[in-house]
């Protein structure tokens, strides 16, 4: 089992920046696959990035490209999604995810998620 922790959420304006926080615990490999989603008010959850546990591989939604990354720090077994040039359309609830590859394609494990909120 693996637990996820989000934090970082809050309030910025347009053109600001976050950074999002997911702190796992519990039994983790190197096999793992990483990701945020993200859940707009009033829409269906949807993809932001993913990468290897390592921090590689990384890829990420058209819509986010070239002003977020996500990245990992294995010393404290944290995931981070650094958000720059924040759009008032990020307004989203953030979830982190993590997918064991043994298990199968679908993440396994989910975040409570955290509230970011961009104004205009």
């Known amino acids: 089992q693996v637990q996820l922790v989000e934090s970082g959420g809050g309030l910025v304006q347009a053109g600001g920046s976050l950074r999002l926080s997911c702190a796992a615990s519990?039994?983790?490999?190197?096999?793992?696959?990483m990701a945020w989603f993200r859940q707009p008010p009033g829409k269906e959850r949807e993809f932001v990035a993913s990468?290897?546990?390592?921090?590689?591989?990384?890829f990420y939604a058209d819509s986010v490209k070239g002003r977020f990354t996500i990245s990992r720090d294995s010393a404290k077994n944290t995931v981070y999604l650094q958000m720059n040039l924040l759009k008032p359309e990020d307004t989203a609830v953030y979830y982190c995810a993590v997918r064991d590859p043994i298990i199968g394609n679908k993440y396994n494990y989910w975040g409570q998620g955290t509230q970011v909120t961009v104004s205009s």
């Open positions: 990468g290897t546990w390592s921090g590689g591989n990384t």
């Open positions: 519990g039994r983790t490999a190197s096999r793992y696959y």
